[in-house]
Structure formats: C-alpha cells, structure tokens
C-alpha cells in the first residue's frame, strides 16, 4: 500500500530547481511576450521579482473571473511599488485560441513557440487544472505551489505565502510529493481548534514543514479525497483523531494517537531530533497485546539461543530481577566442527575472522617496513599452527568470560539443545544423538535468537568434502590451495586472508560481488585483491567434487550462461554461499509462528512473532541486518521494553558496517543505486574522491585504489544519505560517521566539520567533486 500511494504522489520535481531560470531561459535563448506580441527580454521584466506564473487556457469558465481579480493584484502592486509580475503560462494548443487570449488581457505571457518551456513548467510544479498560480523567486524557487486563495484576497496579502496551517483541500500535489507534512487528523469541529493553533504557534518558528489538517466536511470531497490516501498510507487505526508526519520522498511516516495540549510540538520537535526514528522498528506483522495470564511458570524469560543478541537480552532482563535461562547448543558442522558460549561472532566469525585479517594485513606492513628503514627479511613465511592456536586461545577465554557472566547476572545456563512444544513449553535435548536425554521447562516469554548456520549447495560431494567459515578458523593444517566458493562478504574475508598469507586462492563467483552492497565499491575491491594475489572464477557455480587417493580435491564446475566447463585441483574447498536459519529445528511452524519462504522468522516492529508471547531478535528474524551489533542493541531494547517500561524500538535503518576485506570497506546507509531507485536519478549527488593515504605514498601501495563518497539526497538539501569508504582502517573511520548520519546530517555538516590532518578521516571533510561534473576524482597533494 506504501510503495503505490507514493507511487501515485511522487513525480521527482524538486522545490529548489537545479538552474535558476532566468539562467537556463538565458541559455535557451527564450523570450517572452506581452499583448501586442512584443519580444521581451525574460530579465527586464522578472529580476528581482515576486513571480506568479498563471496557468489557464481559452475553455477555462472559472478563468475568467479569476484573471481580472489577477490582474487588478498586479496594477495594485505595481502602483505600491511591489516587485510583483504576473506571467502567463497559457496552456492552449491552437495558435488563434492562444493569441486572442493573450491580446485580452495585460500580461507577460510566455509564447507560443514555447509549448515545451510551457507544458514543463506545469509538469514541474505538477499543476492539475486552471485557474492555478505558482508562486516563485526569479530563480524559481517555490514560494507557494498554489496560490490562488492568496491572490483572491488582494493585494494586502502580498508576498502571497501559504497559510502557516492549511486544509487538505488546499495542500498542493507539489506540497505532499516534494516537503515534509504534518497532518492532523481530527473528528469533531470544536475538538480540532487547540490542535490548529498549536500547529499554528509550531509552523511560525519553523521552516521546512508543512502543516495542514482535516476535519470530516461534507462539501469538502477534495480534502476527504486525501485524507482518505493519508490515512491507508500511514495506516492509521480505525477512524481515531492522529497526528502524522509524513516524507513521501524518504518513505518516512511517523503516526502519534496522543492529541493532548503540547502533542504538536512534542511530536514535531521528537522528529527533527532523530527520536522518532527510535520509536519505528520494522517488521512485517501488526503489533499484538501479550498481557500476563497469572500462571506460574519456570522462567520469566526463556532465551533459546546463546549468541550476541541473546546474551545481551539474557543479561538485561535478569538485571531487572526477572527469573531468565538461555539454552545454547551447536550443532557439529558436516566436518565436525563445534564450539562454545557466544555464537556466531566470537566463535566463527567477527573475531576471529578480524584476527585473521590482522595476520594478513601484518605480512603486507614486512614489507612496508622495509621502505621504512627497517631491515627485515621480507621473504619471512607464516606458520598457520601458531596462528590458528592464538586465535583460539582468545576465543575460548570469551567463552569462558560468557560463562561467567550469565552467573554474575543470574542467568541460568543451560547446555542443550531447545525446540519448543506450546507457546509456554521448552523441549531441552542434552546432545545430539537419539540416546541424549530430554525434558521440558515453562516460561513466561521466549525469545528465539539461535542464528543461522552455512547453506550448502546441491552436487554429489560437495558438502561431504568441503568445509565453511564454521571450520575455517580452527582448522588443523594448513589449508593448502584453496577454491572459495562463492561472493558474499564472509566468501571475500576468508580469501582476502587466505591470500594476505600466503595460501594459493581462488573465489569462484557465481554473478556479482557483495550482493546488496554499493557495486561501485565492491568491483573496486575486486579490484584490488586480484591486484594483491586472489585468483577469481567469474561466471561459475561448482557441479560437484570428488576425493582424489593423494588426499586433493577435484572440484568440477560450469558457467552460469554458456555450456563451457573445468575441473580444478585443490587442498581445501570454502562454502560461503550464504546462511541458512536454525528454525526447521525448533518446531516453530507447529506453533503457527510464520515463517518467511527461507525460513527465516517474521516479526513486528517489537520483535514480536505472530504468537504474541515468543519474539526473535537477530539473524533467525526476516529482513533485519544480521550483524553483531544490530542483535546485541535489539535485545536490550527488547528486554528493557518487556521489563523496564521502556518503549524504544530497534532502528534499523543507518546501521554503519564494515566488509574486513585487504582494503577495508565501511558503509552506511544506501547505495548509490538503491538512492537513485528510491529518490530518481535527477534527485541524488555523488561527491567523491580517490585518495591516497599518506603512509602508502612511502610504502608505494594502494597508489590509486582507495575511494570515498557521499550520496546525498538533493530534495532535503543533499541531505547524506550514503557513506561509503575503501582503504585502511575504514571501520574505525566510519563507526565515528554513523552519529552524525544518524542525526540527519547533510553534506554542508561534512563540510563545516575541520578534519583532523593527516587522516583517512579527514578525505570525508574535503569532497567537491560530483560524479555529475564529470571531473576526475583522483587528488592531488596532500
């Protein structure tokens, strides 16, 4: 319902036009008219001036009352010494209906020979019928999008501004596609006085907001009209009295049911301070009541799942006093592979994985050094024992701290594996085989965050030979010469290490790089870690592998669109094809929770699922991000909302990251072409910049890989709504940006900021070139 009532609002003109119009007339070599068909210089007459373009034609019968009163404003400003003119935008298309109109009354007029300077106008400024009058500077910026009431009242009411609050009858097409609205949505005459004069004492201090409401008229079928489509597109309850915030352009609706006195600019203040932002979530079913039955039950709150969000929930809920137990279990790998407390992250995944990196990026500073000063032996080999050892001496005393913990907060570990019975009863298996023993627990509330595991993909012996990044970091020996199959972050971190130390690698990609991720960024670290040593298979997807008598692989593989095949001969073969989630072993489906096609937990804008009482927070729920941070912040929330009277939700949106590629990549927010999908090409600018980072200039690497750029929104002052960077330390670099882009910041705020010299950093506060420009990104100096 979203996507088609902004389908039907939103035409991409901006209220501020890209060339003041004079100029791009000037360019254009245009011309205007007056009665007598004179040619007037567009400058001579508008310069300076208040501008009323009037659009009407010959057949229009309302015209015709409405152009005297038009023209009578305009002999009444002139003769006041106003800078007031009126042009007229006649919208005939037969030459001898358009001049007799034109020689009737005295106007500019712009002329015939212009119909396409006449029809863009109105399509810019999306005028609907006639009589209708836009008013604007002389560079076009838009005063009011329809000012006929305004005009209608003479003279007096000169510059003609829209009224601090208006109807929604009188709400232009341009006001709802192009500006932030704040409605107000009232039953009872009487009742909607307050309101409107608190929007009035509001809408006087503030600029950038449109206020307007409705209340129920009878002869008002245009204001119902919209305040039908408002309504079905914020999905607001029943027919109750609301207050919306509505951005049509950032798909952005705030709804408040509270119309209390100060509600208005409680509201109002709540969204220009980012907070509100924090009371959205997302999700994908309705909220529902979860009230306390009175029954006594083992557990307040029962966490099945012991990885990041689960601890984190765990612990903030017991130190409410709440009774809590979390269930962990790991399910051996198809290698075998198992691990302790913590989950995904700290057993098989961020950390060791970024330690892994370190070990990488080290072997690349040896020989860095050397340019340096420092004499190394820069033919220094990397012993894969030692550091598979350290890495998992770090992880078990996490495990061990985890443990700790969950003691120190009262919270009851449990070692087993859960799957649910009802909605109140847990089913605990003490191991994995048919012999392990069971038995059952109660609890108040579930929360279900027990992640997901590696995908597999079909063909005889490929999962039976391969390992994943389940494995990968506690592997024994050496890997050997290394096939990594596939292209998603996790796939080009364990080849980027993998290379960075040494090891023969080949990532076999079945279509793109970092699926969802900016694909500028991501072909540019192709780039670089074909540069630095990784082989790539584009196009393929692995048929099968075999076990070769001396122990190798041989993996057998064909192209995506043609019939061409290989073989190629490895030590070790790497899945990292995507995740799958541990729900097919919970019995969810047999309590009706709903499910999303791959598995994956739908939930509401809470965490809730669709049984009011069990909720799921981090990768097992449907659409959210599965990173680290986003399940820890979403548990505590979850639980200070359950216990705490808390009522922020999870902010999903503008959520920083970092792919630990060998050139790091942080990102925040959209892509450059998920923000020319959402806002249209015309509405975005890309600043940008190679760079390179001044301790390379020396080393004599990364001379032209590094890059940096901003995509900024130009319909909310280019406002930032991308944050992308690839070079050195990108994580610590962008985890520093993502407050600011939190709080709305634009690109002027970057430019306004005084970096810190010199820094990678600092490039973000120094960025001038548009892509649109045309110019070369490279910089010069430092």
């Known amino acids: 319902e979203s996507a088609r009532i902004c389908s039907a609002f939103c035409f991409r003109f901006p209220m501020e036009p890209k060339v003041p119009i004079l100029d791009e007339w000037e360019e254009e070599y245009v011309q205007l008219t007056n009665n007598k068909f004179e040619l007037i210089d567009p400058s001579s007459v508008m310069k300076g001036k208040i501008l009323a373009f009037y659009f009407t034609s010959s057949s ?6 409405f152009v005297k009163k038009l023209e009578e404003v305009q002999d009444a400003a002139k003769a006041q010494g106003k800078n007031f003119e009126v042009i007229l935008v ?40 006639w009589p209708w009058v836009v008013l604007t500077t002389d560079t076009g910026k838009v005063i009011n999008p329809k000012a006929n009431d305004q005009i209608l009242q003479g003279v007096e009411k000169f510059p003609f501004k829209p009224p601090l609050v208006q109807k929604f009858s009188s709400l232009a097409p341009m006001t709802l596609n192009l500006q932030v609205c704040c409605m107000a949505f009232v039953k009872d005459q009487t009742a909607s006085l307050p309101i409107i004069n608190e929007m009035k004492t509001v809408a006087a201090k503030m600029e950038g907001i449109v206020f307007a409401y409705y209340v129920p008229d009878k002869k008002d079928t245009a204001g119902a009209k919209i305040a039908k489509k408002m309504r079905a597109f914020a999905q607001i309850k029943g027919n109750k009295d609301a207050l919306l915030i509505i951005d049509v352009v950032g798909r952005e609706k705030f709804v408040s049911y509270e119309m209390s006195k100060g509600s208005v600019s409680k509201f109002v203040t709540d969204y220009q301070s980012g907070a509100l932002n924090d009371k959205k979530g997302k999700g994908q079913l309705p909220i529902q009541d979860d009230p306390d039955d009175g029954k006594a039950y083992d557990y307040d709150l029962f966490i099945i799942g012991g990885g990041s969000g ?15 137990a979390v269930a962990d279990f790991v399910r051996p790998s198809p290698a075998g592979t198992t691990w302790g407390l913590g989950g995904t992250c700290v057993n098989v995944g961020c950390i060791p994985k970024k330690l892994c990196h370190t070990a990488a990026l080290l072997g690349e500073s040896i020989h860095d050094a050397e340019k340096y000063g420092w004499k190394v032996d820069t033919k220094a080999t990397h012993d894969w024992k030692t550091l598979i050892t350290n890495v998992q001496d770090h992880v078990k ?40 023993k069971t038995e059952t627990r109660t609890a108040r509330r579930f929360v279900i965050a027990c992640g997901g595991r590696p995908r597999y993909p079909d ?25 990594v199959i596939g292209a998603s972050y996790v ?3 364990c080849a980027g290490f993998l290379a960075g130390i040494g090891v023969d690698t080949t990532v076999m990609v079945r279509s793109i790089l970092l699926r969802g991720f900016d694909q500028q960024i991501a072909n ?50 790497l899945l990292a094809i995507g995740r799958v989630p541990e729900t097919k072993f919970l019995n969810v489906d047999k309590l009706g929770i709903k499910l999303h096609k791959g598995g994956k937990i739908l939930t509401a804008p809470n965490e809730q699922t669709s049984v009011p009482n ?35 939700l999870m902010n999903y949106e503008l959520v920083p990251t970092t792919v630990f590629t060998p050139l790091e990549y942080g990102a925040i927010g959209l892509s450059e072409e998920e923000a020319q999908k959402r806002f249209g090409n015309e509405n975005v600018e890309v600043y940008h910049a190679m760079y390179v980072p001044l301790e390379m200039f020396v080393a004599k690497r990364m001379m032209d890989d590094c890059y940096v750029k901003l995509i900024c929104n130009k319909l909310r002052g280019e406002e930032v709504v991308g944050f992308h960077i690839l070079g050195p330390h990108a994580g610590e670099v962008t985890q520093g940006f993502a407050i600011a882009m939190r709080r709305g910041a634009r690109k002027e705020d970057f430019d306004m900021t005084v970096g810190i010299h010199p820094t990678i950093a600092e490039e973000l506060t120094t960025l001038d070139v548009t892509k649109a420009s045309g110019e070369s990104a490279a910089k010069s100096g430092c």
């Open 397 to 436: 005393s996490l495990n061990e701290g985890y443990v700790d913990q969950l003691k120190d907060k009262k919270v009851e570990y449990i070692n087993a594996h859960a799957s649910l019975v009802d909605k109140h009863t847990v089913k605990l298996q003490y191991g994995w085989g048919k012999e392990a």
């Open 90 to 129: 006649n919208q005939d298309n037969d030459a001898k209906d358009f001049k007799n109109y034109v020689s009737h009354h005295n106007l500019i007029a712009i002329p015939f020979e212009e119909k396409e300077i006449r029809t863009g106008l109105r399509k810019r400024w999306q005028v609907k019928n």
């Open 491 to 493: 796939a080009l971190e």
């Open 310 to 324: 689960g601890l984190a929930c765990s612990k903030a809920a017991a130190a409410t006093g709440k009774k809590v």
């Open 459 to 483: 063909g005889p012996g490929l999962k039976e030979y391969s390992i994943s990044s389940d494995d990968i970091f506690s592997l024994k020996k050496h890997p050997g010469k290394t096939l």
């Open 614 to 648: 069990i909720y799921a927070i981090g990768d097992v729920a449907y659409d959210k991000l599965e990173l680290t941070p986003v399940a820890i912040q979403s548990g505590k929330l979850l639980a200070a909302r359950l216990y705490a009277g808390n009522k922020t």
């Open 524 to 573: 540019k670290i192709g780039d670089y870690m074909e540069k630095t040593g990784t082989k790539f298979l584009k196009g393929f997807t692995p048929t099968k592998c075999e076990k070769l008598s001396d122990g190798k692989l041989k993996v057998s593989y064909e192209a995506r669109n043609s019939s061409e095949t290989g073989e190629m001969i490895v030590d070790t073969l």
């Open 60 to 65: 229009c019968v309302p015209c015709r009352a």
